[in-house]
Structure formats: structure tokens, C-alpha cells
């Protein structure tokens, strides 16, 4: 099993693929999110603290605790009580994330996949290479951070030359990075950002405001406890419009109480954010693209859960971004699903879609003619040759249909449209019906009548997209639960099609025949006639279809008894006979 890692400035993640899915593991206390933050007890033998309880530590003993080591990597300054490289403290964060993952998992995990900066260079990946080793993994790949969130976007299944720009504004750092996806991958066209600009920066300028608010300074203590109520105020206002912050005996004696509107957070945090536009328009411009060339902005980073941030990235872009990954899982899910891809265990789900549900037409009798079956792998193409039923019929009519139902009522219906035929007798209309899915799911219903040339072309845009699994699972299981009432409504339907067909047949050639046929045979027929005619009428399904086929194997006899009768009169008349 390869696990996926996003070390992170401020948070580290770990996810596994299980049963074909990739999921990110929590610690005992049921969160995902591990601050990438170590800290040295005083007692020298105990072993050092991590995460959460590093992050406790550093109100006591800041100088024991080390933050934000990923803007060190790759440098050989030494860092903390025990002068220790970046690498050794990040293998410490990682080490942490590899027993939380093992607990979570119950067996041992030993190869992983890191993320890292787009920017990180050879000797920062290789320092984190290093990390990943000293924690005791082996490290499969060191993978781009944007490129990560894009596959946890889903774009790996864009077009061919698509550009995706990634809009990462952290806790500590703001990246942005244009990709294009080539040959399957993606390629980072640029990218640029500031190591100095996040959700930091806003805490402060709000803590700044509050503490401007409130009139005299607070003690170190109340400005600590200030602070986390900001941080929490900023998170609770990007889903509320406003926010109460109560501290209770916030400085000795004194309690605060503040309303916080968003208008007022945002009014905060404009400045801050705005920072991020001359470097969006560069990573562009290095990039040789104009916003309009860019097919997706996807999200990530804790700070793009802001609404404001959706509205300065919508305007420097020209179009609203996607929105549909959590933006602070989006890396870690990325590398995860990288992880899947290199053992094996998602290539199905990943690179090869499949459709969800069988496509059909419908068909006579109101019957599910499928086309492409469920599970087929896209894009796919295939088509079937359809006529006219009767004489000079004008036009048929096409209803694409999506499901498992044997009648095409209990199926879904994506569209329909009109092909016109040339009048002529029965069966000489060519219609060719073909459906095609692209690789965005995308199904295109082409009907080329053949003699005519004429095309009519339908687009049915997301046949998968808008199909939710919950009712891909009701549509599945409702055919298993109506399979044989479908089936026995499916035979009843075709052999009546049939027995329709037959029985005027039949009366002619028996006409025809006249006393060629012994006066058995003729009873015979004349028998499974009626028992056709008899079970048409009953609408027993079983009944009518050994009704017909014995009718056919009848009639099929009287047909060639009939083509003999015409070739002895024939040869008799030539004389040679
Ligand atoms: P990251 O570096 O991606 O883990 O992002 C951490 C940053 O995201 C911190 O500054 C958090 O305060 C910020 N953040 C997390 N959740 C929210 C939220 N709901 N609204 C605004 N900022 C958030």
C-alpha cells in the first residue's frame, strides 16, 4: 500500500486508497488536518511532541517549538534545541503522520508519496525526499502540488491542451500556478506566488483592528486568547455573515463581547488578498495566456474558503472558480490518488471512466434497445441499422433513453428527435443510429439516414454527471427486482411483433398453397395459428412464444413447399420436366 502526503506549511495530511477509493485518515481525535509543528519537552528524554500538543507547547515554550519548517527545506542552517536540520524535523512530522496512518489502517505502511511546492528545487525536493526516508518510508514520488490538486479535481480527464490555473492561498504562503494538461499530464506552464502572504497575515490585521477596538493593550496571555477567537471568528464568517466573539474575563476583570460582520472582516482582509492579483497576472503573462485562454481556476488552501477570495479570484480570472474540492484536502486527496495510480489499485477508476448506466433507443413495442451497455468503458462509439415497420412511414422517431428497465417507459429519457425517411415499402429505409461518449462523458446520438445522406445530430451533455449514484443504485437494483416481470413483458412484446408479422403471412401463403399441402399439415398449421392467435389474446408470454415459434418452424416448412411447387411449374413450362 503507497500512502499519499501533503507536508504542508501550516497542516499535514496522509490518505490511503481503500477498496478502490482514496481516503485521508484522521488521528484519534478525528481530525485530518496535522499542524506541521514539533516541539522539544524540557526533559530531554521524553520524546518530542507533535502536532496539536506541539502547537499547545508553544504558548508555554516558544523557543522549545518549531513552526512553518517547509520554508527552511533544503538549507543546512540548524534549527531548535537540538540543532537539527529541516529535513529531521519534517521526517519527525512525517514520522507522526506514518504511526497515525498505521494505527488507522492496522498494517504497516513503508511507501509514500509527498507533495511539494511547484517552485521547490532540486535540492528542497531532495531534502524532502530525505525527510520521507528518515521517517522510514521508501518515497515513491515526489509530486507537484498543483498538479496534485488538479487530479483531486478530476482534471486529469480534461481535453488535450487544456489550462488550468491552481489559486493556493495557505495559512503562510500564496502560490499560483498555470498547468497544461499534454499527453495525459500535466505540465507546470508557471509559477509564482509569495512565501510571505496567507490566512496569517489576515488573523493579524484582524487581531490588529480588535485590539484597536477594545482601547488599551492586552496582556500577552489575553492577546493569545484574542488571537484564536479571531481566527475562529475569520473561519465562522466564511459561511455566516456575522459573528458574536465573547471572552469572559478577557484581561482579569474585563470581558469582551464584539459583534464581527463579514463586511467588517472583509473590509480587513481586502488588502490582503488583493496581493494576490499582480501575481496571478504574472504567473499569466509568463505563461504567454491571457485569463481567457485558462479552461478551469481550481481552489486550494484554507484561505480560499473565504467568499471574498471566490470574488477576487472570479474577477482577476474572468470566471468563477471550482469551487467542489475541499481547498485544504485538495493536495493530500491529489497525492493519494497519485499513490493509487502507481500501485495499481485506481487506474479503473481514474483513467478509465466507465458509463454509469446502459444508453438505448427505444424500440417497437416500447422496448429498451440497448446501444451501449453499462460498464462500457468511454469514450466509446456504437451504432445499430434501423428501417421503416411499415409501408411509406414517413419518419421515426429517435428517444434516447438511459437505464436497465427492459420497457423503455421505466428507463429515462435524455432526449428525442425526428429522422425523416424517403417513402418506400416496408423495410427499405436505411437509418444508421450511432452513439458516441467522449472522454468528458459527453454522448452525441448521430442518425445518418444512408440513401439520403441526411444527418441529424443530438448532444446530450453529462449522461454520467447528473446521474447521482443513488440513483444509479435504485436504476440497478430496480431491473434486478422487475428482472423477470421485465423479461416476461420483453418476450411477450417480440413475440407478438413477430406473431404480427407472421399471421397475415401465413393466411396468404396457406391460400396460396391450396390443396399442395395434405389436408395434415394444413390442420397443423392451421392449429399453432390459432394458439397464436389465442395466446395474443391471453398475453401469456411463455404461452406466445411457443405459440410462434412453432408457428414459424410451420410456416417455414409451407414457405419452402410453396418455392418447390413454383420451380416444378417452372421447369415444367420450359419443358423440362
Ligand atoms: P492551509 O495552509 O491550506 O492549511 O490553510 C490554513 C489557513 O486557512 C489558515 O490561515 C486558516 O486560518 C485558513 N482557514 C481554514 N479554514 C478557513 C475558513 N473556513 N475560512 C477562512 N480561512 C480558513
Redesign the pocket.
Given at each position: 500500500m503507497i500512502c499519499g502526503i501533503d507536508l504542508?506549511?501550516?497542516?499535514s495530511l496522509l490518505g490511503v486508497v481503500e477498496a478502490g477509493f482514496p481516503i485521508l485518515l484522521a488521528d484519534e481525535s478525528g481530525s485530518r488536518?496535522t499542524p506541521s509543528a514539533v516541539s522539544f519537552p524540557q526533559d530531554e528524554a521524553a520524546p518530542p511532541l507533535v502536532g496539536t500538543p506541539a502547537l499547545r507547547q508553544r504558548i508555554i515554550h516558544p523557543e522549545l517549538t518549531l513552526t512553518s519548517i517547509k520554508r527552511l527545506m533544503g538549507q543546512t542552517t540548524r534549527v531548535g534545541p537540538k540543532h537539527n536540520l529541516p529535513e529531521e524535523i519534517s521526517a519527525l512530522i512525517l514520522g507522526h503522520l506514518k504511526k497515525m496512518g498505521e494505527a488507522a489502517m492496522g498494517q504497516p505502511l513503508t511507501r509514500a508519496v509527498i507533495t511539494v511546492p511547484a517552485y521547490f528545487n532540486d535540492s528542497q525536493r531532495a531534502a524532502t525526499k530525505r525527510a520521507g526516508e528518515l521517517a522510514g518510508f521508501t518515497i515513491e514520488r515526489i509530486l507537484n502540488e498543483p498538479t496534485a490538486a488538479a487530479l483531486a479535481y478530476g482534471l486529469d480527464k480534461l481535453d488535450e491542451r487544456s489550462k488550468i490555473a491552481v489559486y493556493d492561498l495557505?495559512?503562510?504562503t500564496f502560490d499560483i500556478s498555470i498547468l497544461e494538461m499534454r499527453a495525459g499530464v500535466f505540465e507546470v506552464l508557471s509559477t509564482t506566488g509569495d512565501t510571505r502572504l496567507?490566512?496569517?497575515d489576515?488573523?493579524q490585521a484582524l487581531l490588529d483592528a480588535l485590539i484597536l477596538q477594545t482601547g488599551t493593550p492586552p496582556s500577552p496571555a489575553a492577546r493569545a486568547r484574542l488571537w484564536e477567537a479571531a481566527?475562529a471568528a475569520?473561519?465562522a464568517l466564511?459561511?455566516s455573515d456575522s459573528h458574536l466573539l465573547t471572552l469572559p474575563f478577557f484581561d482579569g476583570t474585563r470581558s469582551l463581547e464584539v459583534s464581527l460582520t463579514r463586511t467588517q472582516l472583509e473590509a480587513v482582509a481586502r488588502p490582503i488578498i488583493e496581493k494576490t492579483r499582480t501575481h496571478c497576472q504574472r504567473a499569466l503573462a509568463d505563461a504567454r495566456l491571457t485569463p481567457a485562454d485558462i479552461h478551469q481556476v481550481i481552489l486550494v488552501?484554507?484561505?480560499t474558503?473565504?467568499p471574498l477570495v471566490h470574488q477576487i479570484v472570479a474577477d482577476i480570472f474572468g470566471q468563477p472558480p471550482n469551487t467542489s474540492q475541499h481547498?485544504?484536502e485538495a493536495v493530500a486527496m491529489g497525492a493519494t490518488i497519485q499513490a493509487g495510480i502507481l500501485e495499481g489499485s485506481l487506474r479503473q477508476i481514474l483513467l478509465l471512466d466507465v458509463t454509469p448506466l446502459s444508453l438505448g433507443l427505444e424500440t417497437f413495442g416500447g422496448l429498451m434497445n440497448v446501444i451501449i451497455p453499462r460498464n462500457t468503458t468511454i469514450p466509446c462509439k456504437a451504432g445499430e441499422m434501423f428501417t421503416n415497420a411499415v409501408p411509406n412511414q414517413p419518419s421515426m422517431l429517435v428517444r434516447v433513453l438511459q437505464g436497465e428497465r427492459e420497457m423503455a417507459r421505466d428507463n429515462w429519457e435524455l432526449g428525442q428527435f425526428a429522422i425523416e425517411f424517403d417513402p418506400g415499402p416496408k423495410g427499405s429505409a436505411r437509418v444508421g443510429v450511432q452513439f458516441e461518449i467522449d472522454q468528458n462523458g459527453l454522448l452525441r446520438v448521430l442518425a445518418r439516414n444512408t440513401l439520403t445522406q441526411t444527418d441529424r445530430v443530438l448532444e446530450i451533455a453529462s449522461t454520467a454527471v447528473d446521474v447521482t449514484d443513488e440513483r444509479v443504485e435504485s436504476m440497478v437494483s430496480e431491473s434486478v427486482a422487475y428482472a423477470i416481470e421485465d423479461m416476461r413483458e420483453r418476450i411477450f412484446v417480440e413475440a407478438s411483433h413477430k406473431a404480427n408479422e407472421l399471421l397475415p403471412a401465413l393466411d396468404m401463403a396457406l391460400a396460396q398453397a391450396g390443396s399442395l399441402i395434405p389436408p395434415d399439415d394444413r390442420e397443423r398449421i392451421e392449429a399453432a395459428a390459432a394458439e397464436t392467435r389465442a395466446a395474443l389474446i391471453t398475453g401469456e408470454a411463455a404461452r406466445l412464444k411457443a405459440a410462434v415459434t412453432a408457428l414459424d418452424h410451420a410456416t417455414e416448412q409451407l414457405a419452402a413447399a410453396i418455392v418447390e411447387q413454383a420451380m416444378e411449374a417452372s421447369l415444367h413450362r420450359r419443358g423440362l420436366l
Open positions: 504542508g506549511t501550516t497542516n488536518l495557505g495559512g503562510g496567507g490566512g496569517d489576515i488573523d481566527i475569520k473561519h466564511s459561511s488552501g484554507g484561505s474558503r473565504m481547498p485544504d
